[in-house]
């Protein structure tokens, strides 16, 4: 009986790449997964691994954010955030303009924080923190957060490696993404006047189109 001839090399080094990458995103999706069982369901149900989840759920009342807006931000949340409705946490119409009280809110809180803003141009922009805000003297956070705006159109700004200055807020400044004195996003302690500018840790355009802003009305969304 004649031998069968072994595959190219090359098909099979693809195969494996194939095989390598599923089996990163399965890991990847089982150790971010909680016993909640929709989570479950949502990660096998289609039997395919392109996998979307639905436009979650708003547990609270958003002044900013259109549901375009919630279905271009869902494909850019950490994997431990998919599948779990949007909770209100603060919100400048609601608590008041003060950054003292965004971080009580916070108190207590585990979870990434989505940051949306609307300036008084009317553009919609902001952050993901990969925890909640809190006060430091240092920089705190991973490379999970990011910087994104949708004026003129959306764009996501993850993580480049160039350095770790991630979140760091005191009562008087809230700063995400830094270097060369330059900040990716700057509010005041008043929520009132805020800067963009390009940072190293982004790599980021000014998510606003001039540097300094007037915020029209802030909310942090949290993931529970």
Excluded at 175 to 181: L, P, V
């Amino acid at each position: 009986m004649p031998m069968p001839s072994p595959e190219n090399p090359t098909k099979m080094s693809a195969k494996a790449m194939k095989i390598s990458k599923i089996a990163k995103y399965i890991k990847k999706r089982v150790l971010s997964m909680s016993t909640d069982e929709y989570r479950k369901t949502s990660l096998f149900a289609t039997g395919s691994f392109d996998l979307d989840f639905p436009i979650p759920d708003l547990i609270g009342k958003t002044e900013i954010l259109t549901e375009e807006h919630r279905e271009k931000l869902c494909s850019h949340l950490p994997a431990r955030a998919e599948g779990y409705s949007w909770s209100l946490i603060f919100s400048t119409s609601q608590h008041g303009f003060a950054l003292n009280s965004l971080y009580r809110k916070m108190a207590r809180l585990e979870s990434p924080v989505l940051i949306v803003i609307e300036d008084t141009e009317h553009n919609v922009f902001g952050a993901l923190t990969s925890c909640s805000l809190h006060v430091s003297d240092h920089f705190y956070g991973t490379g999970e957060s990011l910087l994104y705006k949708f004026n003129p159109s959306f764009k996501v700004f993850h993580w480049t490696g160039e350095n770790m200055y991630f979140i760091k807020g005191n009562m008087e400044s809230l700063s995400i993404g830094a270097g060369d004195g330059r900040f990716g996003l700057w509010l005041d302690g008043d929520l009132n006047q805020g800067r963009s500018q390009h940072c190293s840790t982004y790599g980021n355009e000014p998510l606003a189109p001039q540097e300094d802003f007037v915020i029209k009305t802030l909310e942090c969304w949290a993931f529970v």
